[in-house]
């Protein structure tokens, strides 16, 4: 019996080592609720907020993961990474805002892949709608080299100079939803959770070689916004959300706030990805459905308390 339970630690601590830590990705959040030798899962389940994380490990210097947020904003985790690390990050629904090193801010809204260097993230990102589910393609480029050379040998040649075409004037790179992507990640959000795996692997080929044939000189790059802009638009989506009855011009925030009537209508869709108005009636209606569901008010009382 002493010889057994000494047999049986010593490969349950051997079985411990094996398990599968991530080393790429700077998010991570709650406890790991799974863990194997090739994915670990993170869950951080309360009231109101949601995040869950599912990485895994797909080939030397490769990991991917699934995201599903319903937060406002995801603090990050800062990891010792390679300097020539990237992070491909498709976005199925939700936006996120990421402020780079340099203080610039891009938004990225749904059906964008987002290529930048690890280097170059910032410590938190927000969400600007409250929401994000998405799948991002970490790589250390470095390392990940070798072994897309490996799979990938028709492309030998092309693939040490890949990154430095996405990322050569800039330490991001934006590619606009379009059908090739959408059609490109689909499958990801369908693959049940036993084949992710193996789905990940095939489905980081298949993005290396889209990218390999994508003509860099073809996308026209969002603008980017300063952190004073961001700032101000802010300050308006605070106020026009604080009080659901009220209404507000966009010419009396304009001059309330000391913006062009213009620039508040281009800033504001670019930070929220749409105009204000259909903004307010998501708001509304998501007011609406959660009074609907927690209270015993009734339609008409809640349509008065929503406007």
């Keep these: 019996p002493r010889l057994f339970g000494i047999m ?7 079985r411990k080592r094996s398990m599968f830590k991530p080393q790429l990705f700077q998010t991570v959040c709650g406890n790991a609720s799974e863990q194997s030798e090739q994915h670990i899962v993170y869950r951080d389940i309360q009231k109101d907020e949601r995040k869950e994380v599912a990485i895994y490990a797909v ?19 800062r990891t010792e990474v390679c300097a020539d690390a ?36 910032s410590e938190c990102i927000e969400l600007p709608l409250g929401v994000y589910r998405g799948v991002a393609m970490t790589m250390d480029w470095c390392v990940a080299l070798s072994a897309l050379q490996e799979q990938l040998p028709g492309l030998a040649g092309q693939l040490p100079l890949l990154m430095e075409r996405f990322l050569g004037n800039d330490e991001c790179f934006m590619i606009q939803a379009n059908e090739e992507v959408q059609a490109l990640f689909a499958g990801m959000y369908m693959a049940p959770s036993a084949l992710r795996h193996s789905y990940a692997y095939l489905k980081v080929l298949e993005t290396i070689l889209y990218l390999s044939c994508f003509d860099v000189k073809s996308e026209e790059q969002k603008g980017l916004y300063a ?21 507000y011009t966009i010419e009396a925030l304009a001059r309330e706030f000391c913006i062009s009537p213009t620039s508040l209508k281009e800033h504001f869709r670019g930070i929220y990805g749409q105009s204000i108005a259909a903004y307010m009636k998501t708001i509304l209606m998501r007011k609406a459905s959660k ?17």
């Excluded at 210097?61 to 904003?73: H, L, P, T």
């Excluded at 569901?293 to 009382?301: A, C, D, K, R, V």
């Design 86 to 121: 990237v992070e491909l990050q498709h976005c199925r629904e939700g936006r996120a805002e990421f402020t780079m090193m340099d203080g610039c801010v891009q938004f990225q809204g749904e059906g964008d892949l987002f290529i930048s260097t690890k280097e170059n993230h």
């Design 227 to 247: 952190r004073q802009q961001v700032d101000v638009i802010k300050q308006i989506q605070k106020k026009i959300t604080a009080d659901l009855s009220q209404r």
């Design 59 to 77: 080939l030397p210097g490769i990991e991917v993961a699934w995201f599903d947020y319903r937060v406002s904003q995801v603090a990050q985790r």
């Design 291 to 307: 009074l609907l569901g927690q209270s015993t008010y009734s339609i008409g009382e809640i349509a008065r308390m929503v406007g």
């Design 8 to 14: 049986s630690a010593y490969f349950k601590e051997m």
